[in-house]
């Protein structure tokens, strides 16, 4: 079975500081990695995502992710927030080879930003 | 982009009556489209997958009869809420995973329903 944990689920930033949300995955074999956001009233929308190669990807809106497969984590982070960024924010995982296509998120971490 | 829809955005139902939301995919064909729900301020819990022209695949305790799921074609899905009680009351959004530029790992989502059961 497979599983992601948040460990940050409310976290309050001022404009211009910097971010970096923790997500761990538990899965033994090859992965898929998506971060989304949920603009308030908004449906999710996909920041980045990473199948295979750099383990650094880059998202839209400034974000970026970083894969370390050592640690099982995929962290999100962005240099300098802006009060537009608050939104909740999932992590999620599929795992490749169990032919389970469905997501497998995480509780989710709330970001409010303060101008 | 791809776009996902869904219909009602909100609906507000009798306890005992049926609710059935659609979900489409606008601008692509969706091979496999999943049903999560979200209760308030939780993450998203998958409840089924469906695959076109077969009979969908519901998680652990997730009631197939009360919960029934139609993937007629490759751009329509529905799921039907039969006798809703008060407790079904949650945010349910609908994803479509599908035959799109080769990306086949992508889910995109639709904007989420939500039911109330009075």
């Known amino acids: 079975a497979q599983s992601v944990s948040q460990h940050n689920h409310h976290v309050i930033l001022s404009e211009a500081a910097s971010l970096e949300l923790g997500c761990n995955y538990s899965?033994?074999?090859?992965?898929?990695l998506f971060w989304y956001v949920q603009y308030p009233g908004q449906h999710l929308q996909l920041l980045l995502k990473y199948f295979s190669g750099d383990p650094l990807v880059k998202g839209i809106k400034g974000f970026e992710a970083e894969f370390i497969k050592s640690k099982f984590s995929f962290n999100l982070r962005k240099p300098s927030v802006q009060w537009s960024d608050t939104a909740e924010y999932f992590c999620a995982v599929n795992g490749r080879d169990t032919g389970r296509r469905a997501l497998t998120f995480g509780s989710g971490t709330r970001l409010q930003v303060q101008p | 982009g791809a776009v996902v829809s869904q219909h009602p955005s909100r609906v507000i139902c009798k306890s005992g009556t049926s609710v059935k939301i659609e979900c489409r995919s606008l601008?692509?064909?969706?091979?496999?489209m999943f049903w999560y729900r979200q209760f308030p301020k939780q993450s998203l819990m998958l409840m089924a997958t469906s695959n076109e022209g077969s009979k969908a695949t519901y998680e652990q305790g997730v009631e197939k009869d009360k919960f029934l799921i139609n993937h007629a074609s490759l751009t329509l899905s529905t799921l039907t809420v039969t006798s809703a009680h008060p407790e079904d009351s949650s945010f349910y959004i609908c994803?479509?995973?599908?035959?799109?530029?080769?990306?086949?790992?992508?889910?995109?989502f639709g904007p989420g329903t939500r039911l109330t059961v009075t």
């Open positions: 994803s479509a995973r599908g035959i799109l530029s080769g990306h086949s790992y992508e889910q995109y």
């Open positions: 601008d692509f064909q969706a091979t496999t």
């Open positions: 899965y033994g074999g090859t992965v898929n």
